[in-house]
């Protein structure tokens, strides 16, 4: 079989250090990190929310990942081939990985791994109704054999979505999607350390000895990760001022998401940088819970979303920071390619007319649920400004007030309100992961699988394979055209406009890489 061969490891001509700076004290040789809310789940794939996810970034390594072009590029993988035909691909693993117990990682453990992921994630469901068969060719070569080809697979994979494709062993692997995995083991440059977990308070993790950097230089998700520190250890620290006090003393170097209000007072100590957490943005996104009443009923939907002031999320969420900010009556974000403000006639921001329609449209007093954080205030200031609303045109509303992890943990519920389960929540996106339909998991229609909210919409899902399938540009134009009407239409989420999130941290750290997370590797004190 004659085979194109795409991706392969560059042949880097300086060797990357491995280790911390000898003769470090030990103080020096710990990382300090106030991460932007409770850890309290342990599985990446499991759940999307970001603590987790940054969690899996310290432990977990990735077949490929992107750069800061968003493009795709080896990581894991040593490079692969694709079959002329466009639909087999053999990944060949690179030598000298391990995971945390000793053992290699093997084809066969990613096989599995991505199996998993893709039973979860909205872009892996995707791609993978393509796939005819992925498993182990011998121990380094991982073979994927597709239906038909599709030019999108390794930028899926690559890419991810609100989770990572992270390579986890066999055993773990084959744990039930749908179920929490027990053990915290990866390939990563960091392990995960079990006996120091308190949920809510602290987590620490120790520099994997075994891991083998790359040699290209750290870009994003790829390149040599280099552990510099011995450990890592995260602060939970609910409060900003308290956090932000923690910074400026230097009892901690690292404060994960900085509330609008206090960035000018750390601008001013010249011990502190301030970074963008991530420089493509952040999307807001208001998210119904489909099954159960009242936002079963699109014509609810409409009335609350022809309600909606982005401009007012916005101010609320970056302390009224104009240039942080921008709106945008678009399902994808402005700027990119699909990012058009199609729903302008569907978002009007008219209260008035959002109470009439409310009127109009059966509601009858139901009970809304809305979750909401008070330690993760990039979320928390969005579901303020929606419960106002919400008083506003009528509803029956009830704000449940909690912590971050608690609202992790109930919004997988999907009982009615009555039982536990919930009506409204909000959350945010970077912009990475909203640039195609394929990715956007608010707006896919995947019912049972879908992200929670379980929007159903058949219609939505024919048009997204369309796009998937799409042999030219304009053929994924008009569709994206269609699935961005479809999606104003049915109004399975609501977007809320783009937003900068600010990070900060000491001056004597060094190698920050400002991408999709907070990124452990190549961060180091000088």
Not at 109 to 130: F, H, M, N
Not at 271 to 276: E, L, N
Not at 385 to 400: P, S
Not at 451 to 465: A, H, N, Q, S
Request: hydrophobic letters at 40%; charged letters at 20%.
């Amino acid at each position: 079989m004659k085979r194109r061969t795409f991706l392969q490891a560059s042949a880097a001509a300086i060797a990357l250090p491995t280790s911390v700076v000898i003769g470090q004290p030990a103080s020096a040789r710990t990382l300090r990190f106030v991460p932007q809310a409770n850890l309290t789940l342990l599985d990446p794939i499991f759940t999307t929310a970001q603590p987790t996810v940054n969690h899996g970034w310290a432990v977990y390594d990735l077949l490929f990942g992107i750069n800061g072009k968003l493009e795709a590029g080896p990581q894991m993988a040593e490079g692969y081939t694709l079959s002329d035909d466009g639909r087999t691909y053999l990944i060949t693993l690179r030598d000298g990985l391990k995971f945390h117990n000793g053992e290699p990682v093997r084809a066969q453990d990613c096989a599995p791994s991505l199996k998993r992921w893709a039973a979860r994630e909205t872009i892996g469901q995707t791609v993978w109704q393509y796939v005819d068969d992925c498993s182990a060719q011998d121990d380094r070569t991982l073979k994927i054999t597709l239906k038909r080809p599709i030019p999108i697979f390794i930028d899926a994979i690559a890419r991810g979505g609100a989770s990572v494709a992270f390579i986890m062993p066999e055993h773990i692997a084959r744990t039930d999607p749908f179920k929490q995995i027990t053990e915290t083991i990866g390939s990563g440059p960091y392990r995960f350390l079990p006996d120091e977990f308190v949920a809510g308070a602290h987590a620490a993790y120790a520099r994997n000895p075994d891991y083998v950097p790359r040699q290209e230089p750290a870009e994003w998700m790829i390149g040599g990760k280099v552990a510099y520190f011995d450990r890592i250890e995260w602060r939970v620290i609910p409060d900003s001022a308290t956090a932000a006090a923690a910074l400026q003393a230097g009892e901690v170097d690292w404060y994960e998401q900085v509330q609008p209000d206090l960035v000018p007072l750390l601008r001013r100590n010249r011990d502190i940088r301030i970074g963008s957490h991530n420089p493509t943005g952040y999307n807001g996104v208001l998210r119904f819970n489909h099954l159960h009443p009242p936002f079963n009923n699109v014509a609810v939907r409409r009335a609350v979303i022809m309600g909606v002031n982005q401009a007012d999320y916005m101010a609320s969420v970056t302390g009224g920071d104009a240039s942080a900010y921008q709106t945008c009556k678009s399902m994808f974000p402005c700027g990119s390619h699909y990012g058009q403000e199609v729903g302008a006639e569907a978002m009007q921001g008219d209260v008035a007319k959002a109470k009439a329609m409310l009127a109009a449209s059966g509601y009858n007093g139901e009970k809304v649920v809305l979750l909401n954080p008070t330690d993760l205030t990039t979320v928390g200031l969005l579901g303020d400004v929606t419960h106002d609303l919400l008083v506003k045109i009528g509803m029956n509303v009830e704000m449940v007030a909690t912590d971050w992890g608690t609202v992790v943990q109930r919004r997988v519920s999907r009982e009615p309100v009555e039982k536990g389960g919930w009506s409204i929540l909000h959350t945010w996106a970077p912009s990475t992961i909203r640039f195609t339909p394929v990715e956007h998991s608010q707006i896919r229609g995947l019912g049972p699988t879908a992200w929670f909210g379980w929007y159903k919409d058949d219609e939505m899902e024919v048009l997204t394979r369309r796009f998937v399938e799409a042999s030219t540009p304009e053929e994924r134009d008009a569709t994206v055209l269609e699935i961005h009407k479809r999606a104003f239409e049915m109004v399975p989420c609501i977007p809320l406009g783009t937003f900068q999130i600010r990070t900060a941290y000491r001056s004597n750290l060094a190698g920050v890489i400002e991408a999709t997370g907070p990124y452990f590797w190549n961060v180091r004190r000088v």
